[in-house]
């Protein structure tokens, strides 16, 4: 993607983390920025220059506090975005969509909204056990596998190209749902997310059958964070939330591993101009 119109992608996608914040902190609902946007906020003080997103942080509890009061709070220009309330989205985290904006990507599936977005990953209760931990990993990828397939989803494209293999793997997952409905996927994976109790271990959940545990007490309490010449949240405990998934996340990684995660089909920015294959 060209610096320029990257430059424009993100500043798309921070003026939905102001929105975030506002509702956030007018509501005394936590959050933090999270991953990459995390890295970005302490090693350069705003996005890293190749990033092409925005990702945000909760713990279940505040994120259910938020999903709760987003579709009010919200200004009229932004939309919460969850498998509950748009039945062809597939994600087990919600967005925060921007309206009037396209951001259509090589793996989407068939959202109603499809304007440019901030992720809200939520945090959940991790069983103490690794043994259980896999197993409760396992069980919930194979059900957002099948939420993916249900709604188009295209997890096996990669830049233009279809990986074989992948596109195979995903068949089974494709059979089971053309016979569940997106309510009973859904209501199979929450089951598995909410039995496990509280507990001082929690992980991200991606919908993936691998994730890094965290401490409770790292991300239970935030401060105020530089990113972008402004001021969110980031976790009290910064350092030990990203030593545990990245290790030294002051190293720059190589210059051919410095690219954009997303691969943009169509875009149309709020003044309406439009780019296509970014």
Known sequence: MEKAILRRVQ????????EIHRVCAENDIPYFLDSGTLIGAIRHKGFIPWDDDID?????????????????????????????RDPGYALP???VRKRNTVCIEEKSGNVSECGFYVDVFPYDNAPSDGAAQQKLFG????????????????????????????????IPYQTVSAFCSHDKMVEKFERYVYEIPKSD?????????????????????VKEGLFEGEMFYIPVNTHERLREEYGDYM???PEDKRENRHSLLRIVFSNGEEFQNV
């Open 56 to 84: 945000i942080g909760m713990l279940r509890e505040d994120y259910d506090r938020f999903s709760e009061i987003a579709p009010e709070a919200l200004g009229e220009d932004f939309y919460w975005q969850t498998w509950k």
């Open 139 to 170: 069980k919930c990828l194979f059900w957002q596998r099948c939420l993916l397939m249900k709604h188009g989803y295209k997890p096996w494209m990669s830049n233009g190209k279809v990986r074989i293999k992948a596109r195979i793997g995903y």
């Open 11 to 18: 500043m798309e996608q921070l003026d939905i983390l102001r």
């Open 201 to 221: 271990a929690v992980y991200e959940n991606v919908g993936s059958h691998y994730s890094h545990i965290y401490r409770r007490e790292w991300l239970s309490e």
């Open 93 to 95: 985290f919600g967005k």
């Open 251 to 253: 190293q720059l990684p």
